[in-house]
């Protein structure tokens, strides 16, 4: 069983920032690729970002240019950086790999919240 602990959300107006950490029970991150995921009230979980153990990243398209995707293996950790939010990102934010495995399980996520 693989769990995940998400950190770093919080209250930010519109144009802000906030970095958003993600640590993994076990050294997942390394063997597979992570991805950080947001659900909005109403809405289905989505997938905002990714990056394989190679590296390359993939964003969804409403956060391409705003949001960077990092990763340290030796920490298990994987990051998102969030420039230039907007109300629209309002959501939970979850850690995973992509696509989310067997042996792994949701965490509590964190909460951002753009408003002014």
């Known amino acids: 069983q693989v769990q995940f602990g998400e950190s770093g959300g919080g209250l930010v107006q519109p144009g802000g920032s906030l970095r958003l950490s993600c640590a993994a029970s076990?050294?997942?991150?390394?063997?597979?690729?992570a991805g950080w995921y947001r659900q909005a009230p109403g809405k289905q979980r989505e997938l905002v970002a990714s990056?394989?153990?190679?590296?390359?990243?993939t964003y969804t398209d409403s956060v391409k240019g705003r949001f960077t995707i990092s990763r340290d293996t030796i920490k298990n950790s994987v990051y998102l950086q969030m420039n230039s939010l907007k109300p629209e990102d309002t959501a939970v934010y979850y850690c995973?790999?992509?696509?989310?495995?067997?042996?792994?399980?949701w965490g509590q996520g964190t909460q951002v919240t753009v408003s002014s």
């Open positions: 995973n790999t992509h696509p989310p495995r067997s042996e792994t399980y």
């Open positions: 076990a050294s997942i991150f390394s063997l597979y690729t």
């Open positions: 990056i394989t153990n190679y590296g390359i990243t």
